[in-house]
């Protein structure tokens, strides 16, 4: 058995999940693979981008939960996530695997 990485007691932010699957729907569309509600421990950046216009700030954030919160997928590679009330996009996943190939906690990196 492998300690958690991101304990339970240190998720406090409401998080609410949508991670698409590969491929599209019929119309186009992202296929939704899962949806679900959440504890994660979240953390906000931002960061200044210089464009020929001037700057601009872009704000991104990262969001990790205990375990896997997706079993399904084998991997999470895009999706959304509504948090602190602002919609994000889930630009990479990354599920940590302990040494048994268990997944230890699950990594949403958003912009």
Same mark, same amino acid.
């Given at each position: %058995?492998?300690?958690?990485?991101?304990?339970?007691?240190?998720? @406090?932010?409401?998080?609410?999940?949508?991670?698409?699957?590969?491929?599209?729907?019929?119309?186009?569309?992202?296929?939704?693979?899962?949806?679900?509600? *959440?504890?994660?421990?979240?953390?906000?950046?931002? @960061?200044?981008?210089?464009?020929?216009? !001037? @700057?601009?700030?872009?704000?991104?954030? %990262?969001? %990790? *939960?205990? !375990?896997?919160?997706?079993?399904?997928?084998?991997?999470?590679?895009?999706?959304?996530?509504?948090?602190? !009330?602002?919609?994000?996009?889930? *630009?990479?996943?990354? @599920?940590?695997?302990?040494?048994?190939?268990?997944?230890? *906690?699950?990594?949403?990196?958003?912009?």
């Amino acid at each position: %058995m492998y300690p958690c990485l991101v304990p339970e007691w240190a998720c @406090k932010t409401h998080i609410h999940v949508c991670i698409e699957q590969e491929g599209l729907s019929e119309d186009g569309g992202p296929l939704l693979a899962f949806e679900g509600d *959440f504890l994660c421990n979240y953390q906000d950046t931002a @960061k200044t981008v210089l464009t020929a216009e !001037g @700057k601009q700030v872009q704000l991104s954030g %990262m969001a %990790m *939960f205990p !375990g896997d919160i997706c079993p399904e997928l084998p991997v999470i590679s895009g999706g959304t996530v509504t948090v602190l !009330g602002s919609r994000r996009t889930i *630009f990479q996943g990354n @599920k940590a695997r302990n040494p048994d190939g268990s997944v230890n *906690f699950t990594e949403l990196r958003l912009i």
